[in-house]
């Protein structure tokens, strides 16, 4: 689940000075209608607070480095590693550009959305947070948006990626109103689009947390022991631990979410043997794999939940190998030869439509996952969608 695929970021290798920042300028919503975009795992930007603030995701300076410092959150217990401090949502990642080559993630969405969608108005979110915890700042963000409408506006939702997995969270279960009732917080809510969401999750970001991800040349940002302070990160993860493979790509028993399997198999910053005792970084582990688990029991199907009460559009990526699978050969993770099947590239197809009582269209693409959000072909449904017209096959729970 590399919202900001990898693809994109290496495109950045060809820079050698001089990067700029696109900004979409979105007027405050007027009419009776709001249309939020809603985008995906490290589909925002970040910026520390205070009145010196400084982008810490993301610009060229850090993807050029090898950096030092991370984009860890603190927890209890955890050694001192360079950091930014607190950081806030700074808007949707738009565009970064230098010379002939641009890297466009939701500037494409961000314009179209402006000029065709009613009351389009950007969401930006901590990425790195629990999924449960964005969804309750979502449902704010919707409910104050309702109320300086004057009570009576209807709301549209246009989730990329992991943004679709906060948006089902935050209609099911509501924000501050958690388990009142079943789609809580979708009262105002007239019509979602799913865009390459995964609802079961994915092994494609599991190298990750064992590895950490490169940024360009930085090793710094996403080191392993930043992302194992990420919730999202965890969360992202298959729902079942049935993703390891054989050299055949026969199944391999093994439980990802058993916190012993990771002390024992050295998996992220585990593979300190230093950090196989420390009881502060053992307990993070079970805090990160509760989360996985909590999240993934919320957006459970449960018998007596009924259909959704808002129209839904589903698009769903395909004709790319995309990860399904991770190898275990001899006893070891082989992270560079992972089973494939079909997907955008990110998202696996099969675990792009939804779980949930949720009647919904379908429309396919063959857009890579980030590409999604500006592929002509999309933008075409999403705004007839949004008028009320039958854009694609539909599908009943």
Known sequence: MKTLHRSLLLLLGVLLAGCTVARVTVPPPTGEEVTILVPGYRGSFLATEGPESERAWLTVGQALSRGERTLALPFPGQRPVP?????????????LSAFFVSVDAYRSFMEFGREHLPGFVPFSYDWRRDIRESAGALCARIEQLVAEGGGKRKVNIVAHSMGGLVTMHCLLHGGARAGERPWAGAGHVKRVVLIGTPFTGGPGIFDDLLVGTETLRNRALLAPEALFTFASAFQLLSTRSDFFVDAEGRPVELDAFDPAVWLKQGWGPFADATLREDEAY????????????????ALAPRPGLEAAPFETLVVVGTGRPTVSGMRMVDGKLDVGHPARADGDGSVLSARAVPVLPVPYQRVDSAAEHVALMSDRGVLHAVERFLRGEKVGTAHQP
């Open 282 to 297: 053992r307990a993070q582990l079970v805090r990160m794999l509760d989360a996985h688990r909590e999240l993934h029991e």
């Open 83 to 95: 950091g930014y401090g607190p950081l806030r949502p700074d808007g949707p990642m738009t565009e």
